[in-house]
């Protein structure tokens, strides 16, 4: 088989393992190197043979030898992997027309039930962009669903421990 398939399966061997704490998925590394070069599959017993002693080649060295060679044969694979971390944060969008000091947003749950992932992410936003401009959030339970679920007790509480949890501390309660 030729040199730059060995050199293809040995590059895909090391970083496998780099990732994997110094040991490489044989079923990782030939997935990779099919999905790079699809003309080997016609050849996949060949190839299959072939990355099984290069994986028991790499799996052999420590972790730092196998990053040294990385670095000296393919330093590209280390930097691709950098630039994710380096990215720019994701942050929420601003408020229009938003003053500090004067925002104020409230979270309204139904006490028919615990939190869900929805009011979970609802109540979230609202906490944040009352801490993000130093204003009020306001919990609200509101019993007013059109669908007749009658409130519970024990979920006023279940939703408070909730919002606690989540780590969304409300400035004012009120029940209507």
Not at 4 to 27: C, T
Not at 108 to 119: A, F, K, M, Q
Not at 135 to 154: C, H, M, Q, V
Request: with cysteine; hydrophobic share 35%; proline share 7%.
């Amino acid at each position: 088989m030729a040199s730059n398939v060995e050199d293809l399966l040995k590059k895909y061997a090391l970083l496998n393992a780099y990732q994997h704490g110094g040991k490489a998925q044989p079923k990782a590394v030939l997935g990779k190197v099919l999905a790079e070069n699809p003309q080997l599959k016609s050849q996949v017993r060949e190839v299959a043979s072939l990355l099984s002693r290069i994986v028991e080649e790499v799996n052999r060295l420590t972790p730092e030898e196998q990053l040294k060679i990385l670095r000296d044969r393919w330093p590209e694979l280390l930097e691709a992997r950098r630039k994710p971390a380096e990215a720019e944060e994701k942050r929420l969008p601003p408020l229009p027309e938003a003053e500090e000091g004067k925002v104020v947003t409230r979270f309204s749950p139904n006490p028919d039930c615990v939190l869900h992932l929805g009011s979970a992410r609802a109540a979230v936003l609202s906490w944040f962009y009352a801490r993000n401009y130093k204003g009020k959030f306001i919990l609200r339970f509101e019993d007013t669903d059109p669908r007749g679920k009658k409130p519970k007790k024990e979920f006023y509480e279940s939703i408070r421990e909730d919002l606690e949890w989540l780590g969304c501390k409300w400035d004012e309660e009120h029940i209507q």
